[in-house]
Nanobody
Framework: QVQLVESGGGLVQAGGSLRLSCAASGRTFSSYNMGWFRQAPGKERVFVAGIRWDGYRTYYADSVKGRFTISRDSAKNTVYLQMNSLKPEDTAVYFC????????????????????WGQGTQVTVSS
């Protein structure tokens, strides 16, 4: 059974840092692009960051560029999202997701391109 499990969320003050992890099982995730999305209360889920299956390409939403870093450890089947200089507007439930197509050369930003999702982890940034 394909599964993604996020961890690392929590409450942090503005300017602080958190690192989210996403552990994957049940699929050869080294063949798939991985993405992080977030959903704030009352808002749609939006793309945050993505990393290509080989780790050589990343892509970020403008709102997090320069503050967040996505990485992956294929040996551990784990994807990370390092979040620095956090702002109250980063408060959301964060989801990791796996692309539905293997070996895609570009990073999709629409959630319909991803077919496996984690349960989400809450990130709250206080001002």
């Amino acid at each position: 059974q394909v599964q993604l499990v996020e961890s690392g969320g929590g409450l942090v003050q503005a300017g602080g840092s958190l690192r989210l992890s996403c552990a994957a099982s049940g699929r050869t995730f080294s063949s798939y692009n991985m993405g992080w999305f977030r959903q704030a209360p009352g808002k749609e889920r939006v793309f945050v960051a993505g990393i290509r299956w080989d780790g050589y390409r990343t892509y970020y939403a403008d709102s997090v560029k320069g503050r967040f870093t996505i990485s992956r450890d294929s040996a551990k089947n784990t994807v990370y999202l390092q979040m620095n200089s956090l702002k109250p507007e980063d408060t959301a439930v964060y989801f990791c997701a796996a692309d539905r197509m293997s070996y895609r050369m570009y990073i999709e930003t629409i959630d319909g391109a991803y077919d496996v999702w984690g349960q989400g982890t809450q990130v709250t940034v206080s001002s």
